[in-house]
């Protein structure tokens, strides 16, 4: 942040930075630290060059790595940490005594960082960290370094969690009576079907049959035919069968598994089938690039930024959109209420909106006198969202009215594609023909205000 600073006011801006060129700062570092990490860590799994020659081009190639790897996911942060654990492990295994113990205490911080950002992450290291029990039994000073260094991170990571999410300054009564326990909580929360039905439950086969494949796209092939036996895909293995087990599956919580398996995979050796396979590769990689890299949730950002400059917003409700970055609004938080309510049924919405819309004044029906009210209710949703349609075009004096004031084309929402009560053909004409996100000022009749 300093250095993104000293930037800023070297190109002659005064003021803070504005959290928009924050946003795109983060991305292009992230796409940096994605890169050379990625790299780095795929030339110390390998030892072939021949093999980490052609590990390195189909990481750097998939539309994954310049797509999902610059984003702050945790998903992508927890691609990194699983990467460098197994790097870290390989090291401890095949080095000396002294350098495995700076190593051991490497991979305790390591280990509990993963843990903290995503309480899937065990999943990923649990096959490979077993190579660990028989060198840690021969050697208990490394297993104490290993130990003493996780416990330290552990503390810190409570100590910071514990004052982040509490209201007042912190003593040492709170972290020992009180203490916020994320892993735990997160845990908690997870195993709870009732907790996993507000974001969506997926048939259990999901991640191996939908997800993987259109993570891999063509590589997922090559997983059939004679891949590298390493720990890097008995890690990914794993990570799948865990993941597999919950019934809320994105292809999100599958990014780890991506540079696992395309370092694991042996390309066709008869040169006619090679060319084939990298054609599609090419073209699948393009096409995913564009759709999960532009147009994916494409307009979330743009909304939300939107929404900042919107002086008489103080309610906004974002429906089948990923939850919005609330830190984009710019201190505009502090007046405007933001709802993430996911995929709510439709009559649920509409009674919400009942609740929280302003009174329908004249000011509503000019031009931009709205903005000059002192509140304001906003609806986010996808353009694909046909359950609307009914009640956009209401100019009557009874019932909701939908005042359209912004819309941004580049946006899909793949998460909201139903192919069994739509068909195909009619799913895929929706999300194309009415690509886009949509914000609506929103007001109701109130007696006495016509």
Known sequence: MLLLRWVWIGNGNDGEIPPIAVFWALRVLMFIISFV???????????????????????????????????????????LVVAWCLVLIERII????????????????????????????????????????????????????????????????????????????????????????????????????????????HPRYQHLLINLPQLLGPAAILLFTRPHRSFRLYSAISGIFVLSILQHQEARFLLPTVPLILSSVRLPKRESVLRVWVASWIIFNLIFGVL?????????????????????????????????????????????????????????LFGELGKLATCDTPADRRSMEYLKEKNGTYLVAPLSATWLDP???????????????????????????????????????????????????VTKSCPGKR
């Open 94 to 201: 095949a080095s000396p005594q002294r350098d495995s113990l700076l190593a051991s205490t490497v991979l305790g911080i390591v280990a509990v960082f993963g843990v903290f950002n995503r309480i899937t992450f065990p999943a990923f290291v649990l096959i490979p960290g077993i190579r660990l029990i028989p060198y840690y039994w021969r050697n208990p000073l490394s297993l104490a370094v290993i130990l003493f260094s996780g416990l330290c991170t552990t503390f810190l990571a409570i100590a910071l969690d514990t004052a982040f999410y509490t209201p007042h300054p912190i003593s040492w009564s709170d972290l020992v009576l009180h203490p916020v326990l994320t892993p735990l909580n997160n845990l908690l929360y997870n195993i709870d079907p009732s907790n996993l039905a507000q974001h969506g439950l």
């Open 292 to 348: 999960m890299g532009i147009y994916h949730q494409g307009g979330i950002v743009p909304a939300q930024v939107f929404m900042s400059k919107q002086p008489d917003a103080t309610q906004a409700i974002w429906w089948k959109t990923y939850m919005p970055p609330i830190w984009l609004l710019n201190g505009k938080n502090e007046v405007l209420r933001t709802r993430d309510v996911m995929g709510m049924p439709g009559e649920e």
């Open 37 to 79: 990490l990625e790299d780095w860590a795929i030339h110390e799994l390998i030892e072939k060059p021949r093999y980490r020659r052609v590990a390195v081009l189909l990481v750097a190639s998939s539309y994954v790595t310049w797509t999902y790897q610059t984003h702050t996911f945790s998903n992508s942060v927890e691609t």
């Open 391 to 441: 009640y956009l075009s209401n100019k009557g004096l009874e019932g909701l009215r939908f005042r359209e004031v912004w819309q941004y084309q580049q946006h899909f929402n793949l998460d909201d594609l139903d192919f069994a009560e739509d068909g195909v053909w009619n799913t895929l004409a929706r999300l194309i023909g009415r690509r886009g996100l949509a914000i609506w000022r």
